[in-house]
């Protein structure tokens, strides 16, 4: 069974940073992209950033500059590296990733349980 467990979230002040950190296991034979998604109260759930197995980024507009997403593939884990926080982060953010269970198997996705992230002085 995959599980993606995050953990880094917390309150902090606007113009703080936190890293969020993602580590996925279980029963993987290989992930290919891994990513950090959000949703604040009342809204939908957005993309905050990508990476793919072989280090390719791609980050939504509204963090770009701010946010860096990186990723250990020896330990199956994925980083959200965030600074300059702004009240509109605020949410929680879910860490996602595509694994192979076993060579030649396709893809699935995998979500984590969330971590909540509040921006407020």
């Known amino acids: 069974q995959v599980q993606l467990v995050e953990s880094g979230g917390g309150l902090v002040q606007p113009g703080g940073s936190l890293r969020l950190s993602c580590a996925a296991s279980g029963g993987i034979f290989s992930i290919s992209t891994m990513g950090w998604y959000r949703q604040a109260p009342g809204k939908q759930r957005e993309l905050v950033a990508l990476i793919t197995s072989g280090g390719s980024t791609n980050y939504a507009g509204s963090v770009k500059g701010r946010f860096t997403i990186s990723r250990d593939n020896a330990k199956n884990t994925v980083y959200l590296q965030t600074s300059s926080l702004k009240p509109e982060d605020t949410a929680v953010y879910y860490c996602?990733?595509?694994?192979?269970?076993?060579?030649?198997?396709?893809?699935?996705?995998?979500w984590g349980q969330g971590t909540q992230v509040t921006v407020s002085s």
């Open positions: 996602n990733a595509r694994v192979s269970r076993y060579s030649g198997s396709y893809y699935d996705t995998y």
